[in-house]
C-alpha cells in the first residue's frame, strides 16, 4: 500500500487561488444547503398542492394528481435533470431557450426547480396519505358546521394532516440534501463536486471524501434534531406524543 | 432472439412517432441507428447491475438485519452504524469512494503491493450491494420485527436452534410479507444505477449519453431514455401494486 495520507491538506491553498480546501468544501456545502432549501419550498408548494388533488373528490383533480405523481416517480433524478438542463431550452421558442442558456448560475435554478419538481412527487404522496389518515368524521364535522371545501382543508384537515406526515417530510428532506449531489452532473458546484475537485487538484482522494463524508453527517444529525425539536413544539396535547 | 430484436423495434418505432408527432422537428434517425445498442449494450448492463446488487443487497440486508436484532451489543453497533452511515450518505459519493477506495481493499486483501485494477462493473456491483443492503437491512428488520414474538418462541419449544427458528418460520414470513417493499426498493435502485453515468460507464443512460454526444442529438436521445426509464418503472410499480393488493386479501 503506498497511500501518502497528509491531513493537513485541508489547510493548504487550492490552486484556484480563494483560499484553503477547508474553504473549497465549505463553500460546496454552503450551495448544498441552499439548492436544498429553495427546492424544499418549491417541492412543499407544489406537493402539497397535488396531495391535497389526491384527496379531493373532484374526478379530474385526481388524476391529475395521480399522473403528476407517477410522472416525476417513475423517472430517474439524474435523467429529469438532464431534461430540464439540455433538453428544455430546445423545445422551448428560440429566444427563451438563449435567455435559459445563458442564465447566469443556470445549473443552480435548474438543479432547485429539477429537484423541487422531483421531490413535489414524495411530498404529494406523504401529505395525501395524512389527509387520508384523518378519521372521516372530520371533514363530515368541518361540513357540518357549515365550512365550505377549502376551509374545512384549511382550518380542520391540513394543520392535522402536516403534524402526521412531520416525520416522512423530514426523511424526504434529507433524501432532498443527498439528491443535490446529482446536480454536479451538470455543474453545481456542491459539496460532492468540491470534494471532487479536491481530490483532482490535491490526488488526497480518500481526505476529501473523508471530510465530505463527515459534513454529510453533521447536516443530517442538525437536520433530525431540528425536526425533532419541531414536532415537539407544533404537537398537539392528547395526540401522538403530545403528552398530557 | 429475433423475435425479440423484432418485438423491440417494433415498440421504439412507436415511441418514435409518438414524440416526433408532439416535437415536430425531432430527429427520430438517431434512435432508429442506435436503440440496439441502447438495449444490448446499455440496457443489459442496467439490468444486469440491478438484478445482482438486488439479490446480493438482500443477503447482506438480511444478516445486517440479524445483527440489528441480535442483542449482542457489538453486532448490534455494527449493524446500526452501517446503516445509519450509508442511508446519510448521497450514493454519488459512495459510487466515488468505493471507485477509489476498491483496488487499495484489493490490494490489501490479496497482499499485492500495487493497488488492484477492479474493473468499472465490479465496482457498480460493489457500491450498489454495500449501499442498497442499508436500505434492504432496514425493511427486513421491520419485516422480522412484524413476526409475533410468540412464532419464534413456539419454535424454541419444539427444540429448534436459532438458525432453524429463522430459516423455517420468521425468515419465510418477513420475506413475503415484505415482498412489495422490497420489489418497490428495487425499483429505486433501477433508477438509481442511471448515477453510474458519473463514472461514465454504458449503463442505459451511459449509453444514450454516448450517442447523444457523439452525434448532437441531446433533446432526442435524453427524451427517449426517459420515456423508456418511465415505461419500466411504471410498468414494475403498477405490477407491486398488484401483487400488494394479492397479499393484503391473503393475510
Redesign the interface.
Known amino acids: 500500500?503506498?497511500?501518502n495520507w497528509n491531513w493537513g491538506i485541508y489547510w493548504q491553498q487550492s490552486p484556484e487561488g480563494t483560499g484553503t480546501y477547508a474553504m473549497l468544501l465549505l463553500s460546496g456545502l454552503q450551495w448544498t444547503i441552499i439548492t436544498a432549501l429553495c427546492a424544499w419550498v418549491i417541492a412543499l408548494a407544489i406537493g402539497s398542492a397535488v396531495g391535497v388533488m389526491r384527496t379531493l373528490p373532484s374526478k379530474w383533480a385526481n388524476r391529475f394528481a395521480g399522473a403528476w405523481i407517477?410522472?416525476f416517480?417513475?423517472?430517474?433524478?439524474?435523467?429529469?435533470l438532464?431534461?430540464w438542463f439540455?433538453?428544455l431550452p430546445?423545445?422551448l421558442p428560440k429566444t427563451m431557450g438563449t435567455a435559459l442558456k445563458q442564465l447566469p448560475n443556470a445549473p443552480f435554478y435548474i438543479a432547485v426547480v429539477g429537484l423541487g419538481f422531483a421531490t413535489s412527487a414524495r411530498v404529494a404522496v406523504q401529505v395525501a396519505a395524512g389527509v387520508k389518515a384523518l378519521p372521516r368524521g372530520q371533514t363530515m364535522a368541518g361540513y357540518a358546521l357549515g365550512l365550505s371545501t377549502a376551509q374545512t382543508y384549511q382550518h380542520v384537515l391540513l394543520p392535522m394532516a402536516f403534524r402526521i406526515v412531520l416525520p416522512p417530510l423530514t426523511s424526504e428532506f434529507?433524501n432532498l440534501?443527498?439528491?443535490?449531489?446529482?446536480a454536479?452532473?451538470i455543474g453545481l458546484l456542491e459539496l460532492?463536486f468540491r470534494?471532487?475537485t479536491m481530490?483532482e487538484y490535491s490526488f488526497q482522494?480518500?481526505e476529501a471524501?473523508t471530510a465530505?463524508?463527515v459534513l454529510?453527517?453533521i447536516l443530517?444529525v442538525l437536520v433530525v434534531f431540528g425536526a425533532r425539536a419541531l414536532e415537539r413544539s407544533v404537537s398537539v396535547p392528547g395526540y401522538m406524543g403530545g403528552g398530557k | 432472439m429475433d423475435i425479440i430484436i423484432s418485438f423491440l423495434g417494433f415498440f421504439v418505432s412507436l415511441i418514435v412517432s409518438i414524440l416526433q408527432f408532439l416535437i415536430p422537428n425531432f430527429d427520430g434517425d438517431v434512435v432508429n441507428r442506435s436503440w440496439q445498442y441502447l438495449f444490448f449494450e446499455g440496457m443489459r448492463f442496467t439490468l444486469l447491475l440491478t438484478l445482482m446488487a438486488t439479490v446480493l443487497g438482500i443477503a447482506l440486508g438480511t444478516v445486517i438485519a440479524l445483527m440489528r436484532l441480535s442483542g449482542i451489543a457489538p453486532l448490534v453497533w455494527f449493524a446500526t452504524g452501517y446503516t445509519t452511515l450509508f442511508r446519510s450518505l448521497p450514493l454519488v459519493l459512495v459510487i466515488f469512494w468505493f471507485y477509489f477506495l476498491l483496488p487499495y481493499i484489493g490490494a490489501w486483501a490479496w497482499g499485492m503491493d500495487r493497488p488492484m485494477t477492479v474493473g468499472a462493473f465490479n465496482s457498480a456491483l460493489v457500491t450498489f450491494t454495500l449501499f442498497e443492503a442499508a436500505y434492504f437491512a432496514e425493511i427486513m428488520r421491520a419485516g422480522i420485527q412484524s413476526i409475533p414474538k410468540g412464532q419464534a418462541a413456539a419454535g424454541y419449544a419444539l427444540g429448534l436452534n436459532y438458525r432453524q427458528v429463522m430459516t423455517t418460520i420468521v425468515l419465510p414470513q418477513a420475506f413475503r410479507n415484505m415482498l412489495p417493499v422490497l420489489l418497490t426498493q428495487t425499483i429505486v435502485l433501477f433508477q438509481d444505477t442511471s448515477l453510474v453515468y458519473v463514472l461514465a460507464l454504458t449503463d442505459f443512460l451511459g449509453a444514450a449519453s454516448k450517442v447523444a454526444q457523439r452525434d448532437g442529438r441531446l433533446v432526442e436521445m435524453y427524451l427517449f431514455a426517459a420515456v423508456i426509464y418511465f415505461i419500466v418503472s411504471f410498468s414494475l410499480s403498477l405490477l407491486v401494486k398488484r401483487l400488494q393488493d394479492r397479499v393484503a386479501i391473503i393475510r
Open positions: 500500500m503506498n497511500y407517477e410522472l416517480r417513475n423517472i430517474p433524478i439524474l435523467v429529469q438532464f431534461l439540455f433538453v430546445e423545445l434529507l440534501i443527498k439528491n443535490t449531489s446529482v454536479l452532473t460532492t470534494a471532487r481530490q482522494v480518500f471524501f465530505a463524508t454529510y453527517l443530517n
